[in-house]
């Protein structure tokens, strides 16, 4: 009962909230899935930073390759990276899945946690029409991004499944040998490509939703008014 007594009582458990951003005019340009999708596009950023911290934290010889002072200095420098249109340095120019590709090759010698994030915010950007906003005048292929959710699949089974010539795995990422089980890596790259999907369900969904907002707003304005009582 005095288990039972504890669970019950959240009281110093920080469960966090919801935040609300605030207000910029440039959202008046901007649609629902506009929004929908900007908001996407920073939180999935957002992921991917995260994802570079555990991935620092796990393989501290990668940040180390930069020539960085630190691990938050990496992560500075990959965080001004992901904010500039030009690639990582280390990609020798490729862009999207290109990129992906070479981030992932087994022969890849340089820092490869920042090759890998990098290519991966510039292989969702591209699905996004190269914009990390968009707006009215923007348009948002659905097929685009729902193909950038099956590439971020594939990008972490071959993270989990290939091996470099001495065996090793590309990068020690979840844990699941010991009695602790760490899947932190995994559950991040599933919000990321949840994400995704409902997004370019979304997308889909857009024009349809269109024609029934108006007609919703037609017949409610003709049919469903109140009628004056004096």
């Known amino acids: 009962m005095l288990a039972l007594a504890g669970c019950a009582a959240p009281a110093s458990i920080e469960r966090g909230e919801t935040l609300v951003a605030p207000m910029r005019p440039t959202e008046l340009a901007q649609s629902d899935v506009n929004r929908m999708a900007t908001l996407a596009m920073r939180d999935n950023l957002d992921s991917l930073l995260r ?6 934290r796990r393989n501290p010889a990668e940040w180390k ?7 938050e200095a990496a992560l500075a420098q990959l965080r001004l990276s ?7 340095h280390a990609l020798q120019g490729r862009r999207d899945i290109a ?9 890849f010698s340089g820092d490869r946690v920042a090759a890998f994030v990098a290519a991966s915010a510039d292989m969702l950007v591209t699905a ?14 659905n ?20 091996r470099n010539a001495a065996g090793q795995p590309l990068l020690l990422a979840d844990d699941i040998s010991g009695l602790q089980r760490n899947l932190s890596f995994e559950r991040e790259f599933g919000k990321i490509i949840a994400r995704l999907d409902l997004l ?3 997308a889909t969904e857009k024009y349809r939703r269109a024609v029934i907002s108006y007609v919703q707003n ?13």
Do not use: C
Request: charged fraction near 20%; proline fraction near 5%; charge should be neutral.
């Open 143 to 162: 097929q685009h991004v729902y193909n950038a959710a099956r590439n971020m699949e594939i990008a972490v089974w071959l993270l989990s499944s290939r």
């Open 51 to 56: 994802i570079a911290d555990k991935l620092y």
């Open 65 to 71: 390759k930069t020539g960085a002072a630190s691990r």
């Open 200 to 202: 370019a369900e979304v």
């Open 218 to 230: 037609f017949v409610g304005g003709t049919f469903m008014q109140f009628l004056p009582v004096r």
């Open 99 to 107: 990129a992906l590709s070479l981030a992932l090759h087994p022969d």
């Open 128 to 141: 996004h029409g190269g914009r990390m906003r968009l707006y009215l005048v923007d348009s948002l292929d």
């Open 82 to 88: 992901l904010e500039s249109p030009e690639p990582w």
